[in-house]
């Protein structure tokens, strides 16, 4: 009897096993379609996204700087860019101080207007190299 009993609690034993193996088979598998589903419908959305952004920014949104100016700040040179009278801050300017002169020194404090893009890179090009 005990023989019998062990016998049939190692045979339920194994159809447990057996099941639950055959249930982690199918999730594994139904968990891989949603999730490659789910990617597919994000990409799909991203791309539409992009798309819709690649139009390009309308002309009312483009910022044109009426001109730059470049600062002392009593640390760094600090470019700034002017549009409709409103200052704002660009980018901090790597540069040795110690090797400006003292002349273009007090003309940084008071700012340095620079009409155009091809103005402020020849005036980076200068001051850093």
Known sequence: MLKNFTRSL?????????????????????????VKAAS???????????????DGLKESEIIKPD???ARYDGKNLAIYCVSDGKEEFLYTLNARIEDISENELDQLKEGITLKDKQALASFEEDFTS
């Open 10 to 34: 190692l045979i339920g034993f194994l159809v447990f096993l057996t099941g639950i193996l055959i249930f982690y088979t199918a999730f594994r598998i139904t968990y891989k379609k949603s």
């Open 40 to 54: 597919d419908a994000i990409s799909a959305q991203q791309t539409a996204s992009a798309s819709a952004q690649s």
């Open 67 to 69: 001109y730059f100016i």
